[in-house]
């Protein structure tokens, strides 16, 4: 002790040099001086403090509310479409930018077409609802046998069941039934009868 002595430890309470003070202050009682926290008002805020979500950095580390104990958990929604993502979680005091909290979980979230709910389309190999599968069934076109069920296009059929267009056939068929038939070769009979007489 003595006018001249340094005192380089904040953390000590001496006055090793005799001028009436200390590098040691504590004004708010917690156990750390202040030159070993980061807000010596504040009790509650100093090295050994828990981290919750206040926005003020109650363990000194820098940062604000990172790690905070009562942080939630939030869920990516990348497309927008209202429903999250259940393998992209984060911890976060406020949801972040494109973060819900969780809600029924979105099976493609880059795509804002396909969510829990929406509709799906039979037979386009995409399931829209996330029901685990597409809907199977009709598309409600006709098909080329005239029957309604799933609709087979022209080009998806082989060379022999298609029409040939060059020749002028149109791909139908015409039959004369038998009753015009019958019609025609009475009339021409009662003409030659006719010219007979």
Known sequence: YNPGAAEPDCTDPNDYNCDGSTGYTDADTDGFAACAECDDALATVNPDAT??????????????????????????????DGFTDPDAPILS???????L??????????????FPG??????????????GGDVPGDTGETGETGE?????????????GKPDISSGDCGCSSRTGAAPMAFLLIGLAALTRRRSR
């Open 93 to 99: 005091c406020a949801a972040p930018d494109g973060y």
């Open 51 to 80: 981290e919750v979500c206040n926005l003020i950095d109650d363990d000194c580390d820098g940062t604000v509310d990172q790690g905070a104990a009562d942080a939630q958990t939030f869920y990516a929604d990348s497309d927008g």
């Open 148 to 160: 309604t069920g799933d609709f087979v296009p022209d080009s998806a059929l082989p060379d022999s």
């Open 118 to 131: 929406a509709e799906d389309v039979p037979g386009d190999g995409i399931d829209r609802d996330c029901a």
């Open 101 to 114: 909290a969780a809600t029924a979980e979105d099976c493609d979230d880059t795509d804002a077409t396909i």
